[in-house]
């Protein structure tokens, strides 16, 4: 392979292709160190009997057994009732079960396959004898490969995917100088990203076979039984090339159906993929913890019923973990609760400690605990979950991101936004604002974001109560193999009982603690602020939200008109800027007509009054030491705290018909847009300029649209779950 396409010299990174991405040590591997289901015992037995005899394990809606993490499963998208064809020529089916086996054996990627370079392969390649549908690469995240998988060679990826653009270009295409190397390199990853080739070995070297998670979970509020990942299939880990204790992990997110699928088909449609593909980017770029987004790849041939006929979609996210609270509940789940779902195990608390101290030393790497001495670690890895959630949270709050479905089993163990579906930015600021048109008695509306967050790592002090109690009743120390084998159930409800009692009230404190400390340097932050007071939330935010409320403001466009606002602006000889700038803030809700213009401008000029006070409280301060000009200093820090652009639902909606529409055009305004959604706080659309519309250049004018507030039937616009 070329030297000098193999290895980026700036970044003394070497770059292989996805079929030569390392593995990480067995012990940084997760399926090495879980227990995996017994039907699918290993990738030996995965490759060299499940998948030739009988691949329905796969497919069938089934409870694992109740030891099991994860089963191991092809990534095979197909339509779902399967259409199994009848023989051709025709002929008498004496074994109609076997029949079916080998209808499906012959569609799982299981024939081995070339890779796509010279450099040795980490993983064996397999493709299928009989699925190979059309598969287009439509979008590419350049900020997760920059940093999660630096070191993966896309081949000519970007150059075929074309110049980001919104407005249509004018200059002509420049004829393709990708080399067929590349354009093999880049083959390959489209094939694996699309469900296409897998990526597997079962003898030489570390064993691994993709995989889908089991969990359980509640679903608003309610208890509902095994879950797992019924359209989720991790297909690699591989270490950062720069940390290699940071292992990432790659998950296909409507690769088909697995053990976890109930009565769904496996499959995602392209609207759906979208919305995630751009939100997890644009959430990293806000600082908003989150899993990252790599690529989506369209199957156009490929049809998906929801409420419509759609075409399916194949998206790749990135992170250290998919862990998850439901995790943990599938282990210890709830007794006496009231059920619906497909069923649900008996508790296994030997998977439950497995699972714990894998979680606890690989993933979230907790500090103070002597592991050879045996130290306890189940209360602390509660409440380090508590702290990294109420931090995520609190980031949503004040971003006004709302995600629409808190159900546990969507609560990262990391504390990463994960699984983004009828998903939101506020715009008019509303605290009670749905996202999600099923959650019909707002559970999950924004204002109560906090408090599901708190209902989630209850639910995870459930699971784990039994062990932190008998951890306490050993002197705070770790349970050990076999620690809840021969337990009565009279000790059982005993340790559960200490465990709670051990850690309810600490874990809620910081909860509450770590949310409103991290909310209220958000806002600060967001208002140009550098020092802690107490008062400010009371007598700056909470008022400043008021008015928002009250007159129907767009929640981000007000703290980005905010950002330019001085102190000297409240002198007496500028009375009309000052009119002007509030007029200006004004502008930024669908109903100015209504408004009491008098009163409305005498409360901004109050509320301004005392932020200026405020302001001008830290223009001598040690916060702002080394600024040279602290008017300037404030406002380049508040428009980098305060999106410029945000990812609205009528831009989002806008975007999927055009996507729809023509991919070639489409996928030219995606990346557009993706790149606006990770620099948010750019000036777009020449932001600042008194330039009339008209004479701007197109795509200027196209950036300067897709900055505003948008067209008013999308104001506090609703998605639905289905995707």
């Known amino acids: 392979m070329n030297t000098l396409r193999a290895c980026s010299i700036m970044a003394n990174i070497c770059k292989v292709p996805i079929s030569s991405l390392p593995l990480p040590p067995s012990s940084h591997i997760v399926t090495h160190n879980l227990t995996p289901d017994p039907v699918t015992p290993s990738p030996a037995e995965f490759l060299s009997n499940v998948l030739p005899n009988k691949p329905s394990l796969q497919r069938r809606a089934r409870l694992l057994s109740k030891e099991a993490h994860f089963s191991y499963v092809n990534p095979m998208p197909l339509e779902f009732p399967y259409e199994i064809t009848p023989p051709d020529p025709p002929a008498v089916i004496e074994d109609k079960a076997g029949y079916i086996e080998q209808w499906l054996s012959e569609r799982e990627a299981r024939q081995p396959s070339p890779v796509s370079s010279q450099i040795q392969p980490s993983l064996n390649k397999y493709t299928s004898k009989l699925r190979d549908r059309k598969r287009e690469l439509i979008g590419l995240s350049e900020t997760c ?322 062990l932190i109690g008998a951890e306490a009743a050993q002197g705070n120390k770790a349970v050990q193999p076999g620690w809840a084998s021969s337990i009565t159930p009279e000790a059982l409800v005993s340790w559960r009982t200490a465990g709670k009692n051990l850690s309810k009230v600490e874990m809620e404190q910081i909860l509450e603690e770590t949310c409103a400390t991290e909310y209220g340097f958000l806002m600060r932050k967001r208002l140009g602020l550098r020092r802690q007071e107490k008062t400010d939330q009371r007598e700056i935010v909470q008022p400043l939200l008021d008015m928002m409320e009250a007159q129907q403001l767009d929640f981000h466009g007000t703290f980005r008109r905010l950002a330019f606002f001085h102190t000297g602006m409240m002198k007496e000889d500028n009375s009309e800027r000052m009119e002007a700038f509030i007029q200006g803030i004004l502008g930024g809700t669908p109903d100015r007509d209504r408004m009491d213009h008098g009163k409305v401008t005498e409360g901004w000029m109050a509320w301004l009054d005392k932020y200026s006070a405020r302001i001008e409280s830290e223009r001598h301060g040690e916060e702002w030491a080394g600024e040279a000009d602290f008017d300037s200093a404030r406002q380049v820090a508040a428009k980098s705290a305060n999106p410029r652009f945000v990812l609205r639902q009528w831009v989002l909606e806008e975007l999927i018909k055009k996507v729809e529409g023509d991919h070639n055009s489409g996928k030219r305004i995606m990346a557009k847009v993706m790149q606006m959604a990770c620099k948010p706080f750019e000036p777009w659309g020449a932001e600042g300029d008194d330039i009339p519309n008209d004479d701007l250049p197109a795509e200027i004018r196209e950036e300067k649209r897709l900055c505003g507030l948008g067209d008013k039937r999308f104001l506090g616009f609703q998605c639905s779950c289905s995707s």
């Open 145 to 466: 490969l920059r940093d999660c998988l630096p070191h993966l060679d896309v081949g000519d990826a970007f150059e075929v995917l074309g110049k980001p653009a919104l407005a249509p270009l004018i200059e002509e295409e420049v004829a393709s100088t990708s080399s067929p190397e590349a354009a093999t390199i880049r083959q390959e990853l489209v094939d694996v990203l699309s469900g296409h080739a897998v990526l597997m070995a079962s003898s030489s070297g570390p064993s691994f076979a993709p995989w889908s998670a089991r969990y359980s979970g509640h679903q608003f509020g309610v208890w509902a039984g095994q879950l797992g990942d019924g359209r989720a299939i991790s297909i690699h880990v591989t270490p950062h090339p720069k940390d290699a204790e940071t292992t990432y992990e790659l998950q296909l997110k409507g690769a088909g159906r697995t053990p976890f699928s109930r009565t769904a088909d496996g499959l995602a449609v392209l609207r759906s993929s979208i919305r995630e593909y751009l939100c997890s980017e644009a959430m990293h770029a806000l600082s908003i913890p989150t899993t990252r987004s790599l690529s989506l790849i369209s199957l156009p041939d490929l049809p998906v019923i929801r409420e419509r006929t759609e075409a399916a979609c194949i998206f790749t996210r990135v992170a250290e973990t998919f862990i998850r609270i439901g995790n943990f509940e599938a282990l210890s789940p709830p007794s006496n609760s009231f059920f619906l779902g497909g069923g649900q195990q008996d508790a296994d608390y030997e998977a439950l400690r497995q699972l714990g101290e894998w979680t606890a030393r690989r993933v979230l790497k907790l500090e103070g605990i002597n592991w050879e001495a045996g130290d306890a670690w189940g209360k602390k890895l509660l409440l380090d979950v508590a702290r990294r959630n109420a931090r995520m949270v609190a980031a949503w709050q004040a971003y006004g991101f709302m995600h629409g479905v808190m159900n546990t089993d969507n609560i990262s163990i990391l504390g990463l936004t994960i699984d983004y579906g009828p998903y939101a930015f506020m715009d008019v600021f509303d605290p009670y604002h749905i996202c999600n048109h099923s959650d019909g008695e707002g559970r999950y509306a924004y204002k109560y974001q906090p408090n599901m967050i708190v209902f989630a790592c209850r639910a995870l002090l459930d699971a784990l109560s039994p």
